[in-house]
Nanobody
Framework: QVQLVESGGGSVHPGGSLRLSCEPSGFSTSNYAFSWFRQGPGGENTRARIASISPHDGTTYYERSAKERFTVTRDDVTNSVYLQMNNLKPEDTGIYVC?????????????????????????WGQGTQVTVSS
């Protein structure tokens, strides 16, 4: 069964850190780009992309508020993708969802699809809750 499983969420105080993991089962990470989305209480329609990492060259992309605080990495040997979140703020609260976009090397250079074209992603996880509060 193909699925993405996120872990590492939790409750922290402002200024704290968390490291999220995304582990696919049923497929290898090597030909997939990955993005992390933050989802609010309103469900899937509230998803906002936070960070992405391309396949093959590991180029990273960040939403403005995540730059300099979040780092997305991948390890194609262990078949995992990570999101290191530092200096967390209350507005970072939400469900963090991992998504995978199939993009083999002979397709050229990957870049994140437009925010409204989330159907470009092939697989989605269920998410892990992150709560930042005093």
């Amino acid at each position: 069964q193909v699925q993405l499983v996120e872990s590492g969420g939790g409750s922290v105080h402002p200024g704290g850190s968390l490291r999220l993991s995304c582990e696919p089962s049923g497929f290898s990470t090597s030909n997939y780009a990955f993005s992390w989305f933050r989802q609010g209480p309103g469900g899937e329609n509230t998803r906002a992309r936070i960070a992405s990492i391309s396949p093959h060259d590991g180029t990273t992309y960040y939403e403005r508020s995540a730059k300099e605080r979040f780092t997305v990495t991948r390890d194609d040997v262990t078949n995992s993708v990570y999101l290191q979140m530092n200096n967390l703020k209350p507005e970072d609260t939400g469900i963090y969802v991992c998504a995978a976009d199939y993009f083999p090397e002979d397709w050229g250079e990957w870049s994140p699809p437009p925010e409204f074209e989330q159907s470009e992603y092939d697989y989605w996880g269920q998410g892990t809750q992150v709560t930042v509060s005093s």
